[in-house]
């Protein structure tokens, strides 16, 4: 095993045994101290990489949208927001063709027609995209996607060890007490609505904050933050600029005083550092999620085209006389 998939590990039990003892006070601590600065890296890291857009142009007005977004009180709105940049990112960035762009986009049309027809729906994919979906669920793809690149089955068991420990907090979930009060307090205020937007989309009624749900959002925030600061091959830290490091550890630092000194106003301004970070990744989610899809795609054909071509060289073997040999003349 590689250091590196050593330390994915242990900071996957590290994380995982946290959620466990302190749940509700790791859920905040995790967004208010490490979020901070995995946004202004993460950004960092997507400028000098354009944004995995056509134009850095573009970049600004997500960020314009995600600032807005925070504002906006209306659920349904605030999720068509999500919804629609998260479709115009994929167009822009997955999609190789004309035809492509279409598709998506009548396919987009189609499902947003869906959701709103339904009701609620938007308001529930503007709940679910910035926490679980981005936090956990691309997470994964990542994950696996690293995995299937590297050809490494460590890193494909440190996906089951992903998935088995969500499993865990599910079926067997935490009984921890609460520590600090007003951390649950906070918790329930500006996380309460994940419970009903899961019951909602599962179909499952009286969905709510309780242990279960805070410790696999602890769970699954805090290995989201973890698993980005240690990807050193892929932030490449000794590579960044000494002025722009100094900078977003500054930054970073600002963002989580600001919401000790003021948790509403900080978490108003956290929240809206968090979804310009969002919005800036849906284009490299976009991409991920196509070349994931290529790599399954890849693989099923190789999966059944060694079968498929022996059996037709097998058909076509018996399909062949072999031809007799002339006689021989005298």
Known sequence: MRSNDALHLGLMLLALAAAYLIPFELLLLAYVVLGPAHYFTEISWLHDRSYFLPHRGIAAGLAIIAVVAALIDNASWFGFAMWGALIVCAMLAATTSAIESMLLFMAAIALSAIMYSSGSSLAVIGVLIPTLIHVSLFTLIFMVLGAYRAGSRVQ??????????????????P??????????????????????????????PGLVLDTRLTSLLA???????????????????????????AAMIAASAGSTALYFYDYAFGFTFLLAL??????????LNSLALRQLGSAVQGAVRARYAGPLAVSATRSRSAGTKTPKRAPRSR
Do not use: C, M
Not at 156 to 173: F, G, Q, R, S
């Open 156 to 173: 494909a068991a440190l996906v089951a060890v992903y998935l088995v420990a969500i499993a865990t907090i599910l079926l067997l979930p």
């Open 175 to 204: 009984t921890a007490e609460i520590r600090v009060a007003s951390f649950a307090r906070v918790g329930q205020d500006y996380f309460g609505n994940v419970g009903p937007a899961l019951s909602r989309l599962f179909g499952v």
């Open 219 to 245: 769970f699954v925030y805090t290995y989201h933050y973890l698993n980005w600061f240690i990807k050193a091959d892929v932030i490449r830290w000794a590579a960044v600029p000494k002025a722009r490091l």
């Open 274 to 283: 968090s979804l310009i970070h969002i919005l800036l990744e849906f284009p």
